[in-house]
């Protein structure tokens, strides 16, 4: 055979390569396209996905669903598992990465006598649920939503549901190299587990900073009406807060040492030039209204302790100048 010939044949083979590899990548993505719908149509993935950030959180979660219609791969179920069990630990560094602010809570107890600083992921799990806030308000403010719960429950319902899905992540013969079939059922078990997990965690976190709001309600009226206020202050001789309208306020954070109140409002004002005996002589009143924005701390021992804290209360009266 000529080495022209040889040329044309290897040349030939070389395409014909090509061509079922493409053909192969093909039935691939198929493949894992109809899986992925599969389990893109479980109502545990929607949920899961309620609970993440957009960016990594989200593109780690559906990367993970992909990698499980990796035919090829016989470790892709036991990937899955690792990143889920992944997820739920970026979920709980996300509320308490600061581990000097897990140890400087009272509820803190080292878990190595020896070592001052340890800490355990249930400690961090609570301080994502209720920060700093301590034992006796955490039971009441739970309570009030369920008379039967308790933040040991929920702490005990998060460890048994963590060893549950770290059970998956264990390399054995169940996970290793099964069919898509096997494989589909597992995953749907380890979506469920993750769901709960995290459904555990943000609906006690959402419910202690209701609870706390409410508490804190008529302080926050109070605190606010009793503070000074510089910025109008500065407009006349005396200034005095006849009352206020709080339009609305958030429990922003909960950490070891209080708890950050932000919210809006408007404050009206009796502003008045002289005093009282001077109106006859050209002193003057006037009442006055402004929008304002405050920022008011709790104690984690006593929420209905507040204070000013950062910026304090700032009160727009640029109209005042306009």
Not at 3 to 27: F, H, M, P, T, W
Request: charged share 30%; glycine share 6%.
């Amino acid at each position: 055979m000529s080495i022209q010939r040889k040329r044309k044949i290897a040349r030939r083979r070389k395409i014909e390569g090509k061509i079922r590899r493409a053909v192969e990548r093909e039935k691939s993505v198929a493949k894992k396209s109809k899986a992925f719908h599969n389990l893109e149509r479980s109502q545990k993935l929607k949920d899961i996905l309620r609970y993440l950030n957009d960016g990594f959180e989200k593109e780690l979660f559906i990367a993970s669903i992909k990698n499980l219609s990796d035919t090829g791969n016989p470790v892709r179920f036991g990937n899955f598992a690792y990143c889920m069990r992944e997820i739920v630990n970026i979920l709980i560094d996300k509320y308490a990465k600061n581990i000097d602010e897990v140890q400087k809570c009272s509820w803190y107890k080292p878990y190595n006598k020896k070592d001052s600083r340890s800490f355990t992921r249930p400690q961090k799990v609570r301080y994502a649920i209720h920060g700093g806030l301590n034992d006796e308000i955490v039971a009441r403010i739970i309570q009030n939503y369920d008379e039967e719960e308790s933040i040991e429950n929920i702490i005990n319902r998060f460890n048994s549901a963590y060893d549950s899905l770290n059970d998956y992540t264990h390399v054995g013969e169940r996970q290793f190299n099964i069919g898509d079939k096997a494989c589909e059922e597992l995953a749907n078990e380890v979506l469920e587990v993750t769901s709960n997990i995290l459904y555990l965690i943000e609906h006690f976190r959402v419910d202690i900073f209701h609870g706390v709001k409410n508490r804190v309600d008529e302080e926050v009226l109070s605190e606010f009406i009793g503070s000074t206020l510089d910025d109008v202050d500065i407009l006349s001789t005396h200034s005095v807060i006849d009352y206020a309208e709080i339009e609305g306020f958030e429990v922003t954070a909960i950490n070891s040492s209080g708890v950050a109140i932000c919210g809006r409002g408007t404050a009206h004002f009796t502003l008045q030039w002289g005093s009282n005996s001077d109106r006859k002589k050209g002193g003057a009143s006037v009442s006055e209204s402004f929008p304002c924005t405050f920022e008011l701390h709790a104690c984690v021992n006593n929420i209905n302790r507040l204070s000013v804290s950062g910026d304090g209360i700032q009160v727009d009266t640029s109209s005042w100048y306009q």
